[in-house]
């Protein structure tokens, strides 16, 4: 395996290119300086059209799930673009959700977690506050609403009148 799929495995990032990681012993943080694969990148942050840039951004990090004991993050430029129907937004990146600081990994952990153990134990493994947990798990469920009808197959079941 070369290190780049390995490290990509490892981060949980797909459709990325793996620039260079680094590891800060003060911190001990495990920065990975990614960026979108061509096809991914300028693309609208909430419907992910391709859109014109419309500046540079910054940059910005994503905490991804902790290695061992390491704590990581990606970080990578965050170019605004002008979409057509959302406006001047920060471009989607194939990693996490739009206005998220998480990775999806790290915010489908969180999620899975919670419904196991309780929002204090969560915190704690994951190394976040109860109210980053509840945005995580809103921000998830959000997902799983757009993309699944709860009531596909519900059928009418007559009622029984004596």
Do not use: N
């Not at 902790?66 to 970080?75: K, S």
């Not at 406006?87 to 899975?112: I, L, M, N």
């Amino acid at each position: 395996m070369r290190d780049v799929s390995l490290w990509r495995s490892l981060l949980g990032v797909e459709k990325t290119v793996i620039e260079r990681v680094e590891f800060d012993e003060d911190a001990e943080l495990l920065v990975a300086h990614v960026r979108p694969t061509k096809r991914q990148r300028d693309r609208c942050g909430v419907c992910g059209r391709r859109s014109p840039g419309y500046d540079p951004g910054g940059r910005r990090r994503w905490r991804a799930l902790d290695l061992g004991t390491v704590c990581a993050v990606l970080e990578a430029d965050a170019p605004r673009v002008a979409c057509r129907e959302h406006g001047v937004v920060v471009a989607s990146v194939p990693w996490a959700r739009h206005d998220a600081g998480h990775t999806y990994a790290f915010d489908e952990t969180v999620a899975w977690l919670a419904t196991q153990s309780s929002k204090s134990t969560v915190t704690q493994l994951m190394r976040i506050a109860w109210r980053t947990v509840g945005s995580i798990i809103t921000r998830v469920w959000a997902d799983v609403e757009a993309t699944h009808d709860r009531l596909a197959g519900l059928r009418r079941i007559p009622s029984l009148s004596s």
